[in-house]
């Protein structure tokens, strides 16, 4: 097999026009694909030695490029993105994190992409070279392990705006916890204004083909007091709309269940018990 380590992006893309190799950047997705047989290229295109500002903070848009590991992630200041500093660390082990990178978690583009889960509570967006194509990651995904891309592009940049004044919650529960993937994982981002709802958004992993989020459901929220039968009432809402599939980890009905009582839990940390006593 042939292994090309493109030293600039021109180059990269010159190789990219001529040999249908496969991209990795950490290899820890490719590699374990290739040890277990269901990857075979007869390529591989490393782009690991090509140099790009990694983390750039532009215009309240985080740019997160090319070859950005989780590590490098966590040295910057993410203090804008709080949900980031909760999910980074829980994604595999210290070496795991050292290699691996946001931007081949999204091309990876697995169910239970904990990395893939974030963009789509900002409505991230991928920029694609050299056509500059800039399509919103959920669009980029087409379904488990496929993606909107053409042969002769590759990814390049994450863009995630500034949201301010939102909490977080996030959560995966897993057998093992990191080193293991996601039985149902969720992370919500949630604006109160004077005990109401202005902006929830929603997504669970693992419980269908693709990150689950539905802007219907968020949008019955919106708008409502911040308490519990909200809460149990669409909880129970995205439990009968998630579609899971019964495997080695769990059954299908134990993910339902796992969607409901993971928002409720989440109704709790975000600050709803505070408000059931006040109100
Ligand atoms: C032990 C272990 C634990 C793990 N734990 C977790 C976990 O907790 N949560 C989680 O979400 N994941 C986990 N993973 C999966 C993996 O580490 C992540 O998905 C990681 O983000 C992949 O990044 P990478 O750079 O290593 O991707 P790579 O393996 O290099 O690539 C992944 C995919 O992206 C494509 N690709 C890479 N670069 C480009 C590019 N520039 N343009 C287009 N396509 C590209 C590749 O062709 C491949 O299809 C784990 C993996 C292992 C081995």
Known sequence: MNVFRPHTLEELFRI????????????????????????????????????????????????????????????????EFPILQKIIPTIGST???????????????????????SCYLYDASIRLLPTERVVKVEEFIKGPGNIALEP??????????????????????????????????????????RCMVKDIRIAFGSVCPNVFRSTELEKKIIGSRFELPVFKEIAQEYSNA?????DVRATA????KLVRNLLIKA?????????????
Request: aromatic share 8%.
């Open 95 to 117: 070496q795991i994190r050292n290699r691996g990178t946001p931007l081949g978690n999204v091309c990876n583009a697995s169910p239970a992409g904990d990395f893939l889960l």
């Open 152 to 193: 002769y592009e590759v990814a390049y940049e994450l863009q995630f705006p500034v949201m301010n004044n939102y909490l977080c919650f996030f959560e995966k529960v897993g057998k093992r916890n990191s080193m293991n993937i996601a039985t149902v994982s969720a992370g919500i981002l949630l604006k109160l204004e």
């Open 16 to 79: 990219r026009r001529e040999v249908r190799g496969t991209l990795f950047s950490g290899g820890t997705d490719v590699q374990v694909k290739i040890r277990s047989g269901s990857l075979s290229p007869t390529a591989l295109i490393d782009t690991k030695e090509i140099r790009t500002e990694k983390i750039v903070k532009n215009d309240g848009i985080l740019l997160i490029r090319m070859n950005t590991t989780y590590s490098d992630m966590l040295s910057f200041d993410l203090h």
């Open 242 to 246: 998630v579609s899971p599939i019964s």
């Open 267 to 279: 109704y709790f940390e975000l600050g709803g018990e505070n408000d059931v006593q006040g109100s």
């Open 253 to 256: 009905d134990y993910r339902r």
